[in-house]
Nanobody
Framework: QVQVVESGGGLVQIGGSLRLSCVAS????????MGWYRQGPGKQRELVAT????ITNYADSVKGRFTISRDNNKVYLQMNSLKPEDTSVYYC?????????WGQGTQVTVSS
């Protein structure tokens, strides 16, 4: 009943920037939290950033470089000073009263 769709990924040079967007739609009710996770090749999915009740939480690896923001059913991830280790599929996460929902992911590749 809830669809989560990410966009904005792509190929970017080291030190460059990207802005990821996520839109939640469908039977949305009282979204409690939205966030971004990522999964690189051969790695487990890890938290990047979350926002809930205006409070943000970031992985240490992205602090000072990434910024998460939310506008109702939309959440954004501004990524600056990108590094090769940021290369991952980035997944949007939405939590409401009924469940925990994930998008299909958007690929971010950082290269020279």
């Amino acid at each position: 009943q809830v669809q989560v769709v990410e966009s904005g990924g792509g190929l970017v040079q080291i030190g460059g920037s990207l802005r990821l967007s996520c839109v939640a739609s469908g039977n949305i009710f009282s979204i409690n939290s939205m966030g971004w996770y990522r999964q690189g090749p051969g790695k487990q999915r890890e938290l990047v950033a979350t926002i809930a009740a205006g409070i943000t939480n970031y992985a240490d690896s992205v602090k000072g470089r990434f910024t998460i923001s939310r506008d109702n059913n939309k959440v954004y991830l501004q990524m600056n000073s990108l590094k090769p280790e940021d290369t991952s599929v980035y997944y949007c996460n939405v939590i409401n009263w009924a469940g925990n929902y994930w998008g299909q992911g958007t690929q971010v590749t950082v290269s020279s």
